[in-house]
C-alpha cells in the first residue's frame, strides 16, 4: 500500500477474481496483480467481522430498503479522523460511503459516496430522489426543491439519498425532511453524480479467501519478521535472557506471540491486569495460556485506579496518569521480581497505532525498565496483515473483536471512542454505570454541564479543536465553577527584588496525604535541602537560587535572574505536589542508578546516596502532568477542565 502523500490517499489493490483485498503484489490463488483503488490515509484497514457486520448492513438497510448488494460479500473498514468513530466503508474494491459516530444524535450515521449509490441504485427502494434541471458541475451543489420530480421513501434531514438525474447517478444527502423536502430553497446536496459504473459481478467472499489470496505476502512479512528475531536473539542476547511476549489480549499482542514462538519455540507471556479490564480479557488471556501450555505471568494492578481516582479526577487522552499508576509501576515490579537478571520483550507495537509509535525501531527500550529489551517485530504492518497472520495460522482472539470494538484495552479508557463506550454499556452494563455515575459526580463537583460527561468532553484535559468546535456548536461552557484539586494563586509573578536578583511568590491549595516530611524528601531530588519538622518549613538551596516551602502551601523562591527563579519555583512547586499526589508505583525506586529512593507511605530520599540527577522526577507520572494537575499554573490551559 504506497502513500500519495500530496493528497492524503493510500493506493490499495483489489482482485476483482476473488473479490478480496490484496496486500502484495499480486493474488496468491488467481495471480492477478489487481485493481488499484484509494481510501485515505492512514489506510489502516481492519476486517469488518461479527457484528460490526451487521452494523454496516444495517445502515445500508435502513438507507435504502436492502443490503442484498452487500451480503456475503468481503467488508473491510478504513478508520479515518473525525470527531468520533469513522470508518471508511470498503467493498467490491471501492470506498462505498463512511459510518460515523454523530456525538450530537448518539447513534451511528452513513454518508453513501457514489460507488455506494451506484451499487444500491437497481435495488433500492427508498431515499431516491429523482431531480431535473441543473448543468455544468454539480459536486458539491443544492437542488431546490422546485427540481425535484420523484421521492421514494420517507427520510429525514441528514439522511443519505441516491439522486438520479437522466442517466447519471449520484450521492446526496437530504438538508430537509421528505415531507418538506419540496417545499424548500436548499432541499438536497449533491455530494457527487456521474454515469453509472458498469454493471459487473461481485463475487461472495469470506476471510478464509482472504487468507489463500494473501498467502505469499503473509510468507514474505512473517519471514523477515522472524529473521528479525532470531537475528537479534544470536547477536545481542549473549547472556540468553529469557523472551516474553507482552500479551495484553489485544490482537497485536497475539500476532507478536506467534512470531516470537515461530522464532525460538518456548515464550513465557506478560500480561497486565489494570483492575480495569473487561472480563473477557481476563478470561480469553488466561484460556490462550492454558491452552497453548504457555507460562502466564500476571502484574496486578489491583485496586490502584479507584484508590487514585479522586486525587487526579478522570484520566484523559492527553491526562493518562492511569498507565503509571495501573499498567508501568506494577509490571516494573513483576519484571523486577520475576525476571531480576532481565527479559527479552516481543510487543505488538505498530506505526500505524497512533502518532507516539510511529518512529518506533525494532529495538527499544523503556529507560524506567532498566532490565528489559524491546522488540517490535510488526511495526510496520497494518492492521489488515495483523489479521491475515492471525487467521493463517488459526490463533484464537479475543472474542470482543466480534462484539463491533475496534481496539481492546481497559473497559474506561478515555482513548476508546464514545460509539466504543455505547458499545459497553450494551453488554457490560454494570461496568458502564459505575464509571458513568463517577464522571456525572465528578462534573457536578465542578460545576459542569450533564454533556461534558454525556458528550464525551471528559476525555480530553485540553479540548483539541475538533471538540472545541463541538462545544461552541452545542453552546457548552466547559469552564469549572469550583475547583476541588489542586490549585496555585500567585502572589507574585517573576520580577526583580529592590535588594537584586529577582523572586516568584505562590499559595499551592492541595489536599495533604502525607506529613511535610515528604515534602522535604521530594525536594531532596532538586537540590540540598534544610528541613524544621516543627515549624514545617522546608529550605532548598541551589547554586542558582534558593526557596522556601511552607506547610500552609506558601511557596517563596529567590534568584539571581528571572530564567532561575522561574525553573527553581515550577520544581519547588512539583516537588510539593509529588510528595502529596505520590501514588507509590515505585517506578521512581526501581530507576534510580543510586538505589537512594525507598517507597514507604510515599517517596522516601536517602540524601546521602541521592546526587539530584533529576531522573526519578522524568518518570515521575504526577511532575508528568503538573500542568494538568494544577489549576492556575502558568503553563496552564483556560480550555482546561
Known amino acids: 500500500m504506497a502513500q500519495n502523500i500530496a493528497h492524503g490517499k493510500e493506493v490499495c489493490r483489489w482482485c476483482d477474481g476473488c473479490g478480496m483485498l490484496l496486500l502484495g503484489d499480486s493474488c496468491s490463488v488467481c495471480g492477478s496483480t489487481g485493481r488499484a483503488f484509494r ?10 467481522m461479527g457484528d460490526s457486520v451487521d452494523l454496516v448492513l444495517g445502515l445500508f438497510r435502513d438507507a435504502f430498503g436492502t443490503d442484498s448488494p452487500l451480503r456475503g460479500k468481503s467488508i473491510w473498514l478504513n478508520k479515518v479522523p473525525g470527531e468520533d468513530r469513522t470508518d471508511e466503508v470498503i467493498a467490491d474494491g471501492s470506498v462505498l460511503g463512511v459510518i460515523r459516530f454523530d456525538m450530537r444524535l448518539d447513534r451511528m450515521v452513513l454518508e453513501v459516496r457514489q460507488p455506494g449509490a451506484d451499487m444500491f441504485n437497481p435495488v433500492a427502494s427508498k431515499n431516491v430522489v429523482w431531480f431535473w434541471g441543473m448543468s455544468g458541475h454539480l459536486k458539491g451543489k443544492v437542488i431546490p426543491g422546485t427540481n425535484l420530480n420523484d421521492v421514494v421513501g420517507e427520510f429525514s434531514k441528514g439522511d443519505p439519498l441516491i439522486l438520479r438525474k ?38 461472495d467472499a469470506d476471510l478464509s479467501v482472504f487468507a489463500a489470496c494473501n498467502r505469499d ?14 537475528a537479534f536473539l544470536a547477536e545481542k542476547n549473549p547472556k540468553g535472557l529469557p523472551v516474553t511476549v507482552s500479551f495484553s489480549g489485544g490482537k497485536d499482542s497475539l500476532a507478536a506471540y506467534g512470531l516470537a514462538s515461530q522464532a525460538c519455540g518456548s515464550v513465557e507471556l506478560m500480561y497486565i491486569d489494570t483492575g480495569l479490564e473487561f472480563p473477557e480479557t481476563v478470561d480469553y488471556v488466561r484460556a490462550f495460556a492454558r491452552e497453548n501450555g504457555t507460562v502466564l505471568h500476571v502484574a496486578s494492578g489491583g485496586n490502584g485506579f479507584w484508590d487514585n481516582v479522586d486525587a487526579f479526577g478522570p484520566p484523559a487522552k492527553d491526562f493518562r496518569w492511569c ?5 508501568l509501576g506494577p509490571i516494573t515490579d513483576m519484571i523486577s521480581r520475576e525476571f531480576p537478571d532481565g527479559t527479552v520483550t516481543v510487543e505488538g507495537n505498530r506505526w500505524l497505532e497512533s502518532y507516539a509509535r510511529s518512529g518506533i525501531g525494532f529495538v527499544t527500550r523503556n529507560p524506567f ?3 528489559q529489551v524491546n522488540l517490535n517485530p510488526i511495526r510496520s504492518w497494518t492492521a489488515a496483515e495483523v489479521w491475515l497472520y492471525i487467521l493463517s495460522h488459526g490463533l484464537s482472539y479475543n472474542p470482543l473483536y466480534d462484539r463491533d470494538f475496534e481496539r481492546i484495552g481497559c473497559y474506561l479508557c478515555p482513548s476508546c471512542l464514545s460509539s466504543e463506550w455505547r458499545n459497553t454499556g450494551r453488554i457490560h452494563p454494570e461496568l458502564y454505570s459505575r464509571w458513568e455515575d463517577y464522571l456525572h459526580r465528578y462534573a457536578e463537583s465542578r460545576g459542569l454541564p450533564r454533556d461534558y460527561v454525556d458528550s464525551g468532553f471528559w476525555r480530553w484535559k485540553v479540548l483539541p479543536p475538533k471538540m472545541v468546535q463541538l462545544a461552541d456548536e452545542m453552546c457548552l461552557d466547559l469552564r469549572p465553577k469550583t475547583v476541588p484539586g489542586p490549585s496555585m494563586r500567585m502572589l507574585k509573578g517573576a520580577s526583580s527584588c529592590a535588594a537584586g536578583g529577582y523572586s516568584m511568590e505562590a499559595v499551592v491549595t492541595i489536599p ?15 537540590g540540598d535541602v534544610r528541613y524544621d519538622a516543627e515549624y514545617e518549613i522546608a529550605l532548598l538551596r541551589l547554586p542558582t537560587g534558593r526557596a522556601r516551602l511552607f506547610g500552609g502551601g506558601q511557596v517563596s523562591v529567590n534568584a539571581p535572574d528571572e530564567g532561575n527563579v522561574r525553573r527553581i519555583f515550577e520544581r519547588s512547586v512539583k516537588a510539593l505536589i509529588r510528595a502529596q499526589m505520590c501514588t507509590e508505583c515505585g517506578i521512581c525506586e526501581k530507576g534510580c542508578p543510586r538505589k537512594a529512593i525507598s517507597i514507604s507511605g510515599g517517596m522516601r530520599v536517602d540524601p546521602g546516596r541521592c546526587n539530584s540527577c533529576g531522573r526519578c522526577e522524568r518518570s515521575c507520572m504526577v511532575v508528568h502532568y503538573y500542568d494538568k494537575l494544577i489549576d492556575g499554573s502558568p503553563e496552564g490551559s483556560s480550555r482546561k477542565h
Open 323 to 327: 498507565c503509571k499508576v495501573c499498567k
Open 512 to 526: 495533604r496525604s502525607r506529613d511535610f516530611s515528604y515534602v522535604a524528601d521530594a525536594l531532596r531530588t532538586v
Open 217 to 230: 505476502h503473509l510468507r514474505r512479512i512473517q519471514r523477515r519478521a522472524v529473521k528479525e528475531i532470531r
Open 39 to 48: 481510501v485515505n490515509s492512514p489506510g489502516d484497514i481492519r476486517p469488518c
Open 166 to 203: 437522466g442517466q447519471r447517478i449520484g450521492a446526496g444527502i437530504a438538508l430537509e425532511d421528505s415531507s418538506s423536502l419540496k417545499q424548500s430553497e436548499r432541499a438536497i446536496k449533491i455530494r457527487d453524480i456521474d454515469q453509472p459504473a458498469p454493471p459487473h459481478e461481485v463475487r
Open 369 to 371: 525498565v532498566p532490565n
